[in-house]
């Protein structure tokens, strides 16, 4: 296990939580309600201080470089997850501090450096979450096309290497691949975090599991509205996966959406309200399009249903249909909250 004794993603409560989409505009939700989430730094010190100070284990930003269009332009205000790391690192306490990268946008040895230094700075609660992207027009920014999916994860097995070797060998090394070429790779100081800190992963393809299986602490998987009997098989075939395919245990994380009211009612009808009422539904027939979530793949109900849930929580399962589940006990906050469990 990884530093189990001091990580707060390795800590002895069975179920971890954590907060997702701080760092851009609208959060998790694409809404036009009043009170949406507006990313500026002091809203996010705000709330990261308080989930710090009552026990959430992980702050999780979202990589991105554009929204979505529509009214809100739906997370097209943005910080760099990076550098937001650092300045949070700084100021909590006991929360794990993620960077979100995509991998096709930095340099591996860029990478490995800014993590330790936000490991440094956090007293050993940096984590990373590697991601490969999905959205072109993010891609066409860089001037570089957006690769076809199987390639992705090879050039994220390749980044991945470096920056694992980089944060774990003392001498020198040199690589070469079918994505890079490194000479004489040397990098110091070490990450506190021993033997590096930890990696989360997100894929839902097979390719993705995959990937996810073979290299990362945390697998993030997304479940869907359907009987915990599925939902338990589809986590259970993902560690067996990780088990058979390359000896490997690690945790499994999902993503939930909760609207938290005094009462069941009052909860339902300000979802109501910052959905049906005020939703951005162009910025996420805008995202759904664009990840190929179309009525020519979906019946109409079941995509209806989706998007539905991107307004509400970016895609995640919604609390609200299982009230008696929530457990958290809060101040009236709307939050897309990411779980995980050993």
């Not at 730094?41 to 929204?67: K, Y």
């Not at 499994?252 to 909860?267: I, L, N, Q, Y």
Request: hydrophobic fraction near 40%; include cysteine.
């Amino acid at each position: 296990m990884l530093n189990g004794e001091t990580h707060p993603l390795y800590n002895d409560n069975r179920r971890k939580l954590g907060i997702f989409c701080l760092n851009v505009s609208g959060g998790a939700t694409a809404t036009l309600a009043e009170g949406h989430w507006e990313a500026t730094w002091p809203n996010i010190l705000e709330v990261a201080s308080t989930a710090d100070r009552t026990g959430i284990e992980a702050l999780v930003p979202l990589a991105r470089w554009r929204g979505f269009g529509g009214p809100t332009n739906f997370n097209g205000s943005s910080f760099e997850t990076f550098t937001w790391a650092a300045g949070l690192a700084a100021v909590t306490q006991d929360a794990a501090v993620f960077a979100t990268s995509h991998v096709p946008t930095i340099h591996p040895l860029v990478a490995a450096k800014q993590g330790t230094t936000i490991d440094h700075i956090s007293r050993g609660r940096f984590a990373l979450n590697v991601v490969c992207g999905w959205y072109e027009p993010e891609f066409a920014m860089f001037g570089a096309p957006i690769m076809g999916h199987e390639e992705r994860y090879a050039y994220a097995a390749e980044w991945l290497e470096i920056v694992q070797r980089l944060w774990t060998l003392d001498d020198e090394f040199d690589y070469e691949g079918r994505y890079f070429k490194i000479e004489r790779g040397f990098h110091q100081p070490k990450p506190i975090c021993t033997p590096r800190p930890p990696i989360m992963s997100a894929g839902s393809s097979p390719t993705g599991a995959r990937f996810a299986a073979q290299y990362a602490d945390m697998a993030f998987t997304p479940l869907g509205e359907r009987a915990d009997e599925e939902n338990e098989a589809q986590i259970r075939a993902l560690r067996q996966l990780g088990r058979d395919e390359f000896a490997r245990e690690f945790q499994v994380w999902g993503h939930c959406s909760a609207v938290c009211r005094p009462t069941e009612k009052e909860a339902q009808d300000y979802l109501r309200y910052y959905v049906e009422e005020k939703g951005d539904w162009e910025a996420i027939d805008n995202l759904t399009r664009v990840m190929g979530l179309t009525a020519s793949h979906r019946a109409p109900a079941v995509l209806d249903r989706l998007k539905y849930r991107f307004v509400a929580g970016w895609g995640a399962i919604p609390w609200w249909v299982r009230p008696s589940r929530l457990s958290i006990r809060w101040r009236t906050f709307r939050a897309s909250v990411w779980t995980g469990s050993r």
